[in-house]
Nanobody
Framework: VQLQASGGGLVQAGGSLRLSCAAS????????MGWFRQAPGKEREFVGG????????YYANSVKGRFTISRDNAKNTVALQMNNLKPEDTAVYYC???????????????WGQGTLVTVSS
């Protein structure tokens, strides 16, 4: 499975961004999809995930209520809507795919290339 993330950029605190991830080369609808992020000097951390059907979503406490993950199995895409962004959300965001709930990096089978999100104060 190949994952291509896009949509990162520079935004002011309180603003919004929408990240997208396009998948190819596999049976997209059989994978849990998710997003992780990695800030400079820090480990990669889980942000949010969605089940293969889209019926279940799960988030890190730090983004709950501000970020929303969604997927379109007909288009093989997953999106992360990020609202009320904070400077501490600044990181490279990675799209990820796995067979189960991908809340830790060891459960991820495939990674996208990452897209940079910078939130200015």
């Amino acid at each position: 499975v190949q994952l291509q993330a896009s949509g990162g950029g520079l935004v002011q605190a309180g603003g919004s961004l929408r990240l997208s991830c396009a998948a190819s080369g596999g049976t997209f609808s059989t994978y849990h999809m998710g997003w992780f992020r990695q800030a400079p000097g820090k480990e990669r951390e889980f942000v949010g995930g969605i089940s293969w059907s889209g019926g279940s979503t799960y988030y890190a406490n730090s983004v709950k209520g501000r970020f929303t993950i969604s997927r379109d199995n007909a288009k093989n895409t997953v999106a992360l809507q990020m609202n009320n962004l904070k400077p501490e959300d600044t990181a490279v965001y990675y799209c990820a795919a796995g067979r189960g709930a991908i809340v830790i990096t060891s459960r991820v089978a495939y990674w996208g290339q990452g897209t940079l999100v910078t939130v200015s104060s």
